[in-house]
């Protein structure tokens, strides 16, 4: 097993540090999967996370200027590894203004993913920053746990609001309950509403506009049939929505949600070259 | 005692302070006719810092009437003076520093801009002299960098981060987070950081070495270099030995005085004074090296020394039992119990002048650290 990567450009780095940042504020462990072509950051819906999962996916060629790989074996070449985020985040934050960042996988005292960084200095001869970051290598036979995630049948795809916004609307209602229902329709109506003993409250959106999932989606009915003003709706913690909201640092080209009725809440924030899918999953 | 300070010398005492806020929780004052010296201990006795500041840092600068006076007072209550600096900068034109005998308190006057008059009056407490025996010039490694230089990289560690190693060769200086060999270290993120040579003013180094030190209380010496922009030296010996961090101009003199780990698992004793030991006098080491901080504790009370229990050290009667009582000082350092520093050597011993060429003030006699019972007659 062999991983070497080198990221040169700096607007890169800073890109590939927000990811990296956004994925260390959603969880404190997490899957890397390495292949050939892509990264991915798999946090698999368990028990331990509150059910919630992620699949974080970056095009590898859009980052690293070099990047080597040689899995398990040949006919599985790829690498698992779990690390927690926040270390790799650490490591990138103060290689900012690096010449070059070079990203190993590595064998200290336990398996570490080695990151190098050259860094400007004073004198002819650059200073370097070592950060070993320690990892566990997943073997083969739990790989099955950390699969791309289905797209699951929704009954209705919506584009978010401005996440700001969103993001302040959930922020106080926070303050008033722990659970906040989300619903939206194919008319390009979105409500957010909590709803306690005390107080009952509702944010309405419209004008949001409906992605058009046709037949590359895997929707297998046609949402078309769907009476457009249907609310599909998704109760949930109110507390896992905030996490991933303020986790954002990466502003999303296409940010969606596609909701499962009563049973899954689906965030897709899409850019360039990062995908980011957030599954939460909705109470009773 | 009567000082003035003028101008941008107020921000610099007000960052003096702030700095040896760092370090511990009291203040130690001394007016001497070299200067004013302003300094702290952490409570492990692990590190100590001194900021001397000579007569011609101050508009005018008035020792006591009998040549010294020292006292002690809760760093909090002076930083409180000096508490924004922001606004020290914009309006504060003078501070005057004296001491009201009659009422024994320091009475410290901000003389600010429009005729306002801040004036506070602090209560304080008599003390011992408090000194950390050190000797710059017998360090055999020498490094000297711009202040930026050190914050740079200190940057790369975590704020949190309690120890560091610091290691280096002929051409090279390498800082490492420093982890203790336990179970959870091996899962512990390594951090390192390599220097070359030529990024240091100036750059000695007499042996390979590396030593261990807590990152933590230099950050104080750091944030003041920074903001004056002086070069800051390191002097540094073998493993146990102190680490001592020095920021010098005309009228200033700074010294941060950090204890190293010691290479053995037994507190080393220290090299000032080797030819005092007594293997016999060492309490059995597994008390001190245990997790039990109730065995430090016994240790004290059936110790000869008096002084409240909660003090870890007293100072000794100042005679015959010198020696004892600064191993006793050593061993019984608070604080983690199975940390290996060792603690600096607070001297009990009158030095000979030759003994400690380098110490600032020379006809200080230098004892351990305050006795908490206000009835001891100061020694002078």
């Known amino acids: 097993m062999k991983f070497r990567a080198k990221i040169i450009d700096v607007g890169c780095l800073n890109h590939f540090t927000r990811v990296v940042n956004t994925v260390s504020r959603l969880t404190k462990a997490c899957v890397l999967r390495l292949t050939c072509d892509h990264l991915y950051f798999v946090l698999s819906g368990r028990v331990a996370s509150g059910g919630v999962s992620m699949?974080?996916?970056?095009?590898?060629?859009?980052?690293?200027?070099?990047?080597?790989?040689?899995?398990?074996?040949?006919?599985?070449?790829?690498?698992?590894?779990?690390?927690?985020?926040?270390?790799?985040?650490?490591a990138l934050k103060t290689a900012q203004n690096a010449k070059s960042v070079k990203i190993k996988l590595t064998k200290k005292s336990c398996p570490c993913l080695t990151l190098a960084a050259e860094l400007p200095s004073l004198s002819s001869v650059s200073r370097v920053v070592t950060h070993d970051i320690p990892v566990d290598v997943i073997p083969r036979r739990l790989w099955h746990d950390f699969r791309e995630p289905q797209m699951p049948d929704f009954d209705v795809s919506i584009y978010l609001p401005p996440l700001k916004t969103m993001k302040s609307v959930v922020d106080r209602m926070k303050n008033l309950s722990n659970y906040l229902v989300l619903e939206a329709n194919l008319n390009g109506e979105m409500n957010l509403k909590i709803d306690t003993d005390l107080v009952s409250v509702t944010t309405h959106f419209k004008e949001l506009g409906n992605p058009p999932w046709g037949d590359d989606g895997s929707q297998s009915s046609s949402p078309a049939h769907r009476d457009p003003d249907l609310m599909a709706e998704a109760r949930v913690e109110i507390r896992k929505l905030q996490q991933f909201l303020t986790?954002?640092?990466?502003?999303?080209?296409?940010?969606?949600?596609n909701i499962v009725d009563r049973r899954i809440l689906h965030l897709i924030f899409l850019h360039e070259d990062v995908s980011l899918q957030y599954f939460i999953p909705a109470v009773v | 005692?009567?000082?003035?300070?003028?101008?941008g010398n107020v921000k610099v005492l007000a960052k003096a302070i702030h700095s040896l806020s760092r370090i511990g929780e009291e203040l130690y004052l001394?007016?001497?006719?070299?200067?004013?010296?302003?300094?702290?201990v952490n409570s492990s006795r692990s590190a100590f810092a001194c900021f001397l500041l000579s007569p011609l840092f101050f508009q005018k600068y008035q020792a006591p009437s009998d040549q010294s006076f020292r006292c002690k007072m809760p760093i909090k209550s002076i930083q409180a003076v000096f508490k924004s600096l922001a606004s020290l900068d914009r309006s504060v034109e003078k501070c005057r520093i004296q001491l009201d005998s009659e009422k024994n308190r320091l009475t410290i006057t901000l003389h600010c801009k429009h005729g306002l008059l801040k004036t506070h009056n602090l209560s304080f407490q008599d003390c011992e002299s408090l000194q950390a025996v050190f000797d710059k010039e017998s360090c055999a490694n020498v490094l000297q960098a711009q202040p930026r230089l050190m914050v740079d990289t200190v940057l790369h560690f975590p704020p949190s981060l309690e120890e560091v190693n610091l290691s280096v060769t002929s051409d090279r200086v390498w800082l490492r987070n420093h982890v203790e060999d336990d179970a959870d270290s091996l899962r512990a993120m390594m951090t390192e950081l390599c220097l070359s040579s030529e990024e240091f003013d100036h750059f000695a180094v007499g042996t390979q070495t590396s030593v261990t030190f807590c990152l933590k209380e230099l950050r104080g010496l750091l944030v003041f270099a920074d903001s004056s922009g002086l070069p800051v030296s390191m002097y540094f010996d073998e493993p146990g030995s102190p680490v001592i961090l020095s920021v010098t101009d005309s009228v200033l003199e700074a010294n941060f005085v950090l204890a190293t780990l010691s290479e053995d698992s037994h507190p080393k004793k220290n090299h000032v004074n080797s030819d005092t030991k007594h293997p016999d006098t060492e309490?059995?080491?597994?008390?001190?090296?245990?997790?039990?901080?109730?065995?430090?504790?016994?240790?004290?009370?059936?110790?000869?020394l008096p002084g409240p229990s909660h003090v870890p050290t007293s100072p000794p009667p100042?005679?015959?039992?010198?020696?004892?009582?600064?191993?006793?000082?050593?061993?019984?350092?608070?604080?983690?119990?199975n940390k290996k520093f060792c603690s600096l050597f607070f001297s009990s011993?009158?030095?000979?002048?030759?003994?400690?060429?380098?110490?600032?003030?020379q006809s200080q006699e230098v004892l351990a650290s305050d006795s908490e019972d206000e009835n001891q007659t100061e020694t002078s």
């Open chain 1, 55 to 90: 699949w974080c996916e970056l095009s590898q060629g859009n980052f690293f200027d070099e990047f080597q790989l040689e899995g398990v074996s040949a006919d599985a070449n790829e690498i698992f590894l779990e690390v927690a985020p926040e270390n790799l985040s650490r």
């Open chain 1, 247 to 257: 986790g954002q640092q990466v502003n999303p080209s296409r940010a969606m949600c």
């Open chain 2, 1 to 7: 005692m009567d000082c003035v300070a003028t101008g």
């Open chain 2, 30 to 40: 001394e007016s001497v006719e070299d200067g004013l010296a302003l300094r702290s």
């Open chain 2, 283 to 304: 309490q059995p080491p597994d008390d001190f090296m245990s997790d039990d901080m109730d065995s430090f504790l016994i240790a004290m009370e059936t110790s000869e």
């Open chain 2, 318 to 337: 100042p005679t015959n039992n010198r020696k004892h009582s600064f191993i006793e000082d050593e061993a019984l350092a608070e604080g983690p119990p």
């Open chain 2, 349 to 361: 011993v009158l030095p000979t002048p030759s003994q400690l060429p380098n110490q600032t003030m």
